[in-house]
């Protein structure tokens, strides 16, 4: 993974697992082990997919980059609509809180989507590639 690609995903995952950290405390507090044990598992959801997102999104750039931002846009609605199926599939389960779970994976998605724009805002990317300046002999 090339260090921009690192740096994207060090710059959203940690602010992610931060707010993770948070929620587990706070939803422990207040709805015990099964809302600590419920924030968790929407924090490593949020972070597995957003994750797994994010790698596919920078190697289409890499290979097709004509193709980045509709990617982009069509990650994002794939991703939300796993978290959506996620919180369907997830509604009845007795083993964890189920509101822990669901404020958590909207609170980490927020942040992630959040830190990954400011990422991409800060990032010193070069839109033209200085090795393809000139024709080869």
């Known amino acids: 993974m090339p260090s921009n690609d690192a740096r994207t995903l060090l ?3 940690v602010p ?3 707010v993770g950290v948070i929620a587990t405390v706070v939803s422990g ?3 015990g ?26 190697r289409t750039a890499k290979k097709l980059p ?5 990617m982009g846009l069509m990650l994002y609605t794939a991703q939300l609509l796993v978290l959506f199926i996620f919180l369907a599939l997830l509604k009845d389960t007795s083993a964890f809180d189920f ?10 998605t927020i ?6 724009a400011r990422a ?9 590639d200085p090795d393809n300046s000139g024709p080869k002999s």
């Open 11 to 13: 710059h959203t995952a």
């Open 16 to 18: 992610t697992a931060a």
């Open 29 to 31: 507090v207040v709805a």
């Open 33 to 58: 082990g099964k809302g600590a044990l419920g924030a968790v598992v929407g924090t490593a959801v949020v972070l597995l997919f957003m994750g797994i997102g994010l790698v596919v999104l920078q």
């Open 66 to 70: 004509q193709l980045f931002q509709a």
């Open 99 to 108: 509101k822990a779970f669901a404020f958590t994976l909207l609170a980490t």
């Open 111 to 116: 942040v992630w989507v959040a830190a990954q």
């Open 120 to 128: 991409y805002m800060k990032a010193k990317i070069m839109y033209v």
